[in-house]
C-alpha cells in the first residue's frame, strides 16, 4: 500500500565502496526526484526525471548517479562513497505540478 | 544561496498555545506555496498549501498567512497539540519549473 517506498531504510558502508538506494512508487506519477537531507535538516533536490528523462540536475557530485528504469523507479546509485555523503536520502513523486509525495527515507552512514 | 529563508529554527509551545512559523522568499517567480510535516524517521507530508492570489487559507487548525507584497508567509499552528510535535518546512515554486524550494525547516515541540 505505501505509495513511495524505498530501500534499503538505513545502509551503513565504508568510505570507498559503492552502493544503491532503489525506489518505487505506485501512485502512477510522471515525475521523480531525489533529495538529500543534511544533520541539520536541510533538504536539497538533487535529481528529477520526468517520464524516464533527466529534468533537474543539481550541483551533485559525478559519483551520484541516477538511473530510471521506467517511470515508477528511480535508483540512486553512488560510487566511491565518502564520509560527508552521510544523511538522508528521500524519493519523491509527483504528477506534472501537484504536491510531492516522500518516502521514508534512507538513512546513509559513511564509516 | 538561500531562497526561501525560514524562521525560527526551533520552538517550544504550550499544549493549546498557537505555534507561528514565517517564511520570506526571494523569486517573484514562485506562485505555489506548500507546508511539510515531517515526523522523524518519515518522509516530509504535504500539510497545507496556497497561492499567492489568496492572503489566507484554512485547514482545520492550520492556516497559512501569505504577503505577496512582503514576499512573506507564514503558517499558524492553533490549539497545538502534543501530536503536532515535529519538524515543518516550508517550500516554494515556480509555474515555470518543478524544483520545490525548502527552507530550512522550524522543529516544534508541544509540551503537554
Known amino acids: ?111 | 544561496q538561500q531562497q526561501v529563508k525560514q524562521s525560527p529554527q526551533s520552538l517550544i509551545v504550550q499544549k493549546g498555545g498557537i505555534s507561528i512559523i514565517n517564511c520570506a522568499y526571494e523569486n517573484t517567480a514562485f506562485d505555489y506555496f506548500p507546508w511539510y510535516q515531517q515526523f522523524p524517521g518519515k518522509g516530509p507530508a504535504l500539510l497545507i498549501a496556497i497561492r499567492p492570489d489568496v492572503s489566507e487559507k484554512k485547514e482545520g487548525r492550520f492556516t497559512i498567512s501569505f504577503n505577496k507584497s512582503a514576499k512573506q508567509f507564514s503558517l499558524h499552528i492553533m490549539d497545538s497539540q502534543p501530536g503536532d510535535s515535529a519538524t515543518y518546512f516550508c517550500a516554494a515554486i515556480g509555474a515555470a519549473g518543478n524544483k520545490l524550494t525548502f527552507g530550512g525547516g522550524t522543529r516544534v515541540l508541544v509540551k503537554p
Open chain 1, 1 to 111: 500500500d505505501t505509495a513511495v517506498s524505498q530501500t534499503p531504510k538505513y545502509l551503513v558502508t565504508q568510505m570507498g565502496n559503492d552502493k544503491s538506494i532503489k525506489c518505487e512508487q505506485n501512485l502512477g506519477h510522471d515525475t521523480m526526484y531525489w533529495y538529500k537531507q543534511d544533520s541539520k535538516k536541510f533538504l536539497k533536490i538533487m535529481f528529477s526525471y520526468n517520464n524516464k528523462e533527466l529534468i533537474i540536475n543539481e550541483t551533485v557530485p559525478n559519483r551520484f548517479s541516477p538511473k530510471s528504469p521506467d517511470k515508477a523507479h528511480l535508483n540512486l546509485h553512488i560510487n566511491s562513497l565518502e564520509l560527508g555523503d552521510s544523511a538522508v536520502y528521500f524519493c519523491a513523486s509527483s504528477q506534472r505540478e501537484g504536491p510531492l509525495h516522500f518516502g521514508n527515507g534512507t538513512r546513509l552512514t559513511v564509516t
